[in-house]
């Protein structure tokens, strides 16, 4: 399996995601806070922009409504440790079903009557709002007033409950997100990744060589709604609070999908880096102006708005493609 999983990388690809991993893990032992808060988001962004990855940039199914499932795996937990205080855990076992039932709700829709392209775009977004529209009016979640998490002082960390310290939560978000990484791999180097690089180049021509493409979208479709929902109750125990008009919005969807489309949909890194360039460098930016005193709104928008329109002028493919090819950092080929 581990020999399967690293055929064909170069050596100097292992050795630089070694040093990556040991500088990752030593990273909340010089960090400050405000570091330490910027990585957590980093981290956040590049597991969903692992997860979102799965669906476009692996089978090639452009969703712009990715923000359903952090909503709903957010809001599930959430409202299951307020009202019944059942721990998180316990809460994403709920919380990713029904993620998952909502993606193949989506999924059985457009894939059996044949809607792709922008069309499944506009129907993740349609869904994504009547969701908004919906948590808007549930008493149970407090609707639009917001659900507040009840927050106590913790000295230490209870990892069980997601009560703790930020350091907890930027190991979580950080081993969450090798692990998606290493699972993605997996899944490329198996069958069903084969089908979907398949099905992303050519839908019509993998169907005449056989493969069900009905099936192995919807397979695309629910993992990636799973594992984004496991990002949405992160997101809710860290914040503590949830309102319908943050988290089920477009803009939130579109944060997801920014890193991964920087980074290389398609890649494995990409989202990673992806990542690490917006969020870190809108940090940097919102950093400079407050120390200048200017206070520009939108400010965050315009510079991803900027980015990515580099990107798509520069470098189509994204970032890390263009960069590995330099660093000489491909895979080989027997």
Same mark, same amino acid.
């Given at each position: 399996?581990?020999?399967?999983?690293?055929?064909?990388?170069?050596?100097?690809?292992?050795?630089?995601?070694?040093?990556?991993?040991?500088?990752?893990?030593?990273?909340?032992?010089?960090?400050?806070?405000?570091?330490?808060?910027?990585?957590?988001?980093?981290?956040?962004?590049?597991?969903?922009?692992?997860?979102?990855?799965?669906?476009?940039?692996?089978?090639?199914?452009?969703?712009?409504?990715?923000?359903?499932?952090?909503?709903?795996?957010?809001?599930?937990?959430?409202?299951?440790?307020?009202?019944?205080?059942?721990?998180?855990?316990?809460?994403?076992?709920?919380?990713?079903?029904?993620?998952?039932?909502?993606?193949?709700?989506?999924?059985?829709?457009?894939?059996?009557?044949?809607?792709?392209?922008?069309?499944?775009?506009?129907?993740?977004?349609?869904?994504?709002?009547?969701?908004?529209?919906?948590?808007?009016?549930?008493?149970?979640?407090?609707?639009?007033?917001?659900?507040?998490?009840?927050?106590?002082?913790?000295?230490? /960390?209870?990892?069980?409950?997601?009560?703790?310290?930020?350091?907890?939560?930027?190991?979580?978000?950080?081993?969450?997100?090798?692990?998606?990484?290493?699972?993605?791999?997996?899944?490329?180097?198996?069958?069903?990744?084969?089908?979907?690089?398949?099905?992303?180049?050519?839908?019509?021509?993998?169907?005449?060589?056989?493969?069900?493409?009905?099936?192995?979208?919807?397979?695309?479709?629910?993992?990636?709604?799973?594992?984004?929902?496991?990002?949405?109750?992160?997101?809710?125990?860290?914040? /503590? /609070?949830?309102?319908?008009?943050?988290?089920?919005?477009?803009?939130?969807?579109?944060?997801?999908?920014?890193?991964?489309?920087?980074?290389?949909?398609?890649?494995?890194?990409?989202?990673?880096?992806?990542?690490?360039?917006?969020?870190?460098?809108?940090?940097?930016?919102?950093?400079?102006?407050?120390?200048?005193?200017?206070?520009?709104?939108?400010?965050?928008?315009?510079?991803?708005?900027?980015?990515?329109?580099?990107?798509?002028?520069?470098?189509?493919?994204?970032?890390?493609?263009?960069?590995?090819?330099?660093?000489?950092?491909?895979?080989?080929?027997?």
């Amino acid at each position: 399996m581990i020999g399967r999983l690293l055929d064909g990388v170069p050596a100097r690809a292992l050795i630089l995601l070694g040093v990556l991993l040991v500088l990752a893990i030593a990273a909340p032992l010089f960090a400050s806070d405000y570091l330490l808060t910027v990585l957590i988001l980093i981290f956040y962004f590049a597991y969903v922009g692992q997860a979102w990855n799965i669906m476009m940039g692996f089978a090639g199914q452009l969703s712009l409504g990715h923000a359903l499932y952090v909503g709903l795996g957010a809001y599930t937990a959430a409202a299951l440790f307020v009202h019944f205080g059942i721990g998180p855990w316990i809460g994403l076992l709920v919380g990713v079903p029904i993620a998952v039932v909502a993606g193949a709700f989506i999924g059985f829709l457009a894939f059996r009557f044949r809607v792709g392209g922008v069309y499944f775009a506009i129907l993740t977004i349609a869904v994504a709002e009547f969701a908004r529209v919906g948590f808007d009016h549930l008493g149970w979640t407090a609707g639009s007033s917001g659900l507040f998490l009840p927050v106590k002082q913790y000295s230490g /960390n209870d990892l069980w409950m997601l009560r703790g310290l930020p350091v907890m939560f930027y190991y979580l978000l950080l081993a969450a997100t090798v692990a998606a990484f290493i699972a993605c791999r997996m899944l490329l180097k198996s069958r069903i990744g084969y089908f979907w690089l398949a099905i992303r180049e050519d839908e019509q021509a993998a169907r005449a060589a056989g493969i069900d493409t009905f099936r192995y979208k919807m397979i695309a479709v629910v993992i990636s709604a799973g594992m984004t929902a496991f990002a949405g109750v992160v997101y809710a125990f860290y914040y /503590n /609070n949830l309102f319908p008009e943050q988290v089920f919005h477009i803009s939130r969807s579109i944060e997801i999908i920014l890193a991964p489309i920087v980074g290389g949909v398609g890649t494995l890194f990409g989202p990673v880096l992806g990542a690490f360039i917006l969020t870190g460098l809108a940090e940097l930016l919102t950093g400079a102006l407050a120390v200048i005193g200017v206070d520009i709104p939108g400010a965050k928008q315009v510079f991803y708005g900027i980015c990515l329109l580099f990107v798509i002028v520069a470098l189509p493919d994204g970032v890390w493609p263009w960069l590995a090819r330099r660093l000489k950092l491909t895979e080989r080929r027997e």
